[in-house]
């Protein structure tokens, strides 16, 4: 995980780190929340909350109104609706 520019995703008005450290690289990660969007599936993305904690964040593509995912690079965020 880049420390300086960590990769973030946020839903449901929390902002979580990608845990990059958890054995999942960021874009395998993100195509698996993009699956569970379009398809209305679950998927399992290991984060960090603000305090460092580690975390299993469960996403209900059927049931995220909108997502935004930052690459923590100087690239604009993107969002995704189902």
Same mark, same amino acid.
């Given at each position: 995980?880049? *420390?300086?520019?960590?990769?973030?995703?946020?839903?449901?008005?929390?902002?979580?780190?990608?845990?990059?450290? *958890?054995?999942?690289?960021?874009?395998?990660?993100?195509?698996?929340?993009?699956?569970?969007?379009?398809?209305?599936?679950?998927?399992?993305?290991?984060?960090?909350?603000?305090?460092?904690?580690?975390?299993?964040?469960?996403?209900?593509?059927?049931?995220?109104? *909108?997502?935004?995912?930052?690459?923590?690079?100087?690239?604009?965020?993107?969002?995704? *609706?189902?």
């Amino acid at each position: 995980m880049d *420390a300086k520019n960590p990769k973030r995703v946020l839903v449901g008005g929390f902002d979580y780190i990608i845990d990059e450290n *958890a054995g999942v690289d960021a874009v395998t990660i993100v195509n698996a929340i993009t699956a569970a969007l379009n398809h209305g599936t679950v998927t399992a993305v290991p984060v960090r909350d603000d305090k460092n904690n580690e975390l299993t964040l469960y996403i209900n593509g059927g049931q995220v109104e *909108a997502l935004v995912i930052d690459p923590g690079d100087d690239t604009r965020p993107g969002q995704f *609706a189902p």
